[in-house]
């Protein structure tokens, strides 16, 4: 990027408003923590930053801290710190945080792009309730967070917002809509702006509903069910736009997410999918198989980066929503929710088998035998590949357990088998050579030893392991005894 290109990057940053610089801020740390688009949201937060906190010249020595006085230090933020900060926007779309997704590509019911606020923040100071936004704003500034006059401003401006979007959006929109909407954001900003509308317009009914659900349910049986649709049962909540946000509500609290799909069955009183998908809360099934979707996505990009820490857990889940969808819905195998469902399981089965047939390479490159003068000086095992190929047997012995729903079952006891074998018999070669050979490949023999150990712990359990490293120990101090003697 040329030095004119930084500049007019520089220039275009400086003249938005603070509150947007903040939340631009943001989402640009929360991309590199995703490992989205690394290069650009590092180069923008170099810009970003340069705008936000411009080089100064060396402050003065500061002089001695003095007691603050207690008005003082309870006195509000200055407007503009309030509003770099973001607490304006976090306030006032605090109402959409349950369903707020990161995610830019389509979204399942009950979900809102986590990107589109900042688009619809500018446009209502900007064009959409600019009174109401300044009143906000003024409110903000002049009085602590939590009084009573910032939440009435809040409300007023929720409200206006929800009724200016839907006069754009609205099933009653009229006028021109279209440059009105371009001047907003992209297509994917345009889709969202119907459901913050109305979640900020019920505002009140969700925070109700959000009471009085159990912080979080175990399992979802009759009773509960019986709770849960009594607490639902509000005419603003069974919309068929409304309706996908509060069963997110629910869904949020639910051991086991996949569980949501019980609300269907028991109001269309029947498992069998044509009398669920006729009922409103048939959408609770495209959630579901949405949310698992999801979870396998997880999936794909956590073997992708090696990380492995918490692939049980994953595996679980996706094994325990498989196998739950198959069991309690009678699906048929040509309908799109029956596709969607095996869908997901082959993608599941692809992603993992890819992983798992690699894994006994790998041991073998590390454990293998080379003769003594392939063996440079110094030379040993990378500790920390031994751990990665021990987390990746791990994974394959944690397969096991979820092979049969995730259609790994050949592969992972094929796999399975193959490493004990294989580990077993190559621990026992790596202990006889270090009786004998050549004293400079000693500490590298030694090194694909404590490798060995390491797989054997995972693959034959803690007193197999300690067994072998008896024996490692013993086979080195005959070494040593017999060349002391000689």
């Not at 080089?55 to 509003?83: K, L, S, T, V, Y």
């Amino acid at each position: 990027m040329s030095q004119t290109a930084y500049e007019r990057l520089r220039e275009y940053l400086g003249q938005l408003p603070p509150s947007a610089q903040s939340l631009l801020m943001r989402e640009f740390e929360r991309a590199i923590e995703r490992g989205q688009d690394v290069a650009v949201a590092t180069m923008v937060l170099e810009q970003l930053r340069k705008v936000v906190r411009p080089a100064a010249p060396p402050a003065p020595a500061p002089e001695p801290a003095r007691p603050q006085p207690a008005a003082e230090a309870a006195r509000p933020q200055p407007r503009e710190e309030r509003r770099q900060n973001g607490d304006g926007p976090r306030r006032l779309f605090r109402p959409l945080e349950p369903f707020l997704t990161d995610s830019t590509g389509p979204l399942r019911p009950g979900q809102v792009r986590r990107a589109s606020l900042l688009a619809v923040w500018q446009w209502l100071g900007r064009d959409g309730a600019p009174e109401r936004y300044n009143e906000f704003e003024a409110a903000m500034s002049a009085s602590a967070e939590t009084s009573r006059e910032v939440e009435v401003a809040t409300r007023k401006l929720q409200l206006a917002a929800a009724e200016e979007l839907m006069k754009l959006v609205g099933p009653n929109a009229t006028g021109d809509r279209q440059r009105a909407l371009a001047r907003i954001g992209a297509p994917s900003v345009i889709d969202d702006l119907l459901p913050i509308a109305l979640i900020l317009q019920n505002r009140e009914v969700l925070e109700s509903l959000n009471g009085r659900l159990p912080s979080i349910i175990r399992v979802l049986g009759d009773s509960q069910i019986a709770s849960i649709t009594d607490a639902i049962n509000v005419p603003s909540l069974q919309t068929p736009l409304m309706l996908p946000f509060a069963l997110s509500l629910v869904m949020q609290r639910l051991a086991a997410p996949w569980q949501i799909i019980r609300l269907a069955t028991k109001i269309a009183a029947s498992d069998d999918e044509i009398r669920v998908a006729a009922t409103p809360f048939g959408v609770a099934v495209t959630i579901a198989l949405n949310d698992l979707a999801s979870l396998a996505a997880t999936l794909r990009a956590d073997i992708r980066r090696g990380h492995f820490a918490n692939l049980a857990d994953t595996l679980k889940s996706l094994h325990d929503g498989a196998r739950g969808l198959r069991t309690e819905l009678d699906l048929r195998s040509e309908s799109n929710w029956g596709k969607q469902l095996t869908a997901i399981r082959a993608d599941i089965s692809n992603a993992l088998q890819s992983e798992i047939d690699g894994v006994p390479g790998r041991a073998r490159r590390i454990l293998r035998q080379r003769a003594d003068k392939d063996i440079p000086a110094g030379a040993g095992v990378d500790g920390s590949e031994v751990e990665e190929v021990a987390a990746l047997i791990e994974f394959v012995a944690v397969c096991r357990n979820y092979a049969s729903e995730l259609a790994i079952n050949e592969v992972t006891l094929r796999t399975y088998t193959d490493l004990q074998q294989y580990v077993e018999k190559a621990t026992e070669a790596l202990v006889q050579s270090l009786r004998s050979g050549d004293a400079r490949a000693r500490a590298y023999r030694q090194s694909q030893v404590s490798a060995a150990i390491r797989f054997c712990h995972v693959l034959f359990g803690n007193d197999y392991a300690q067994l072998m490293s008896r024996a490692a120990e013993n086979a080195l101090n005959g070494e040593r005894k017999s060349s002391r003697a000689g």
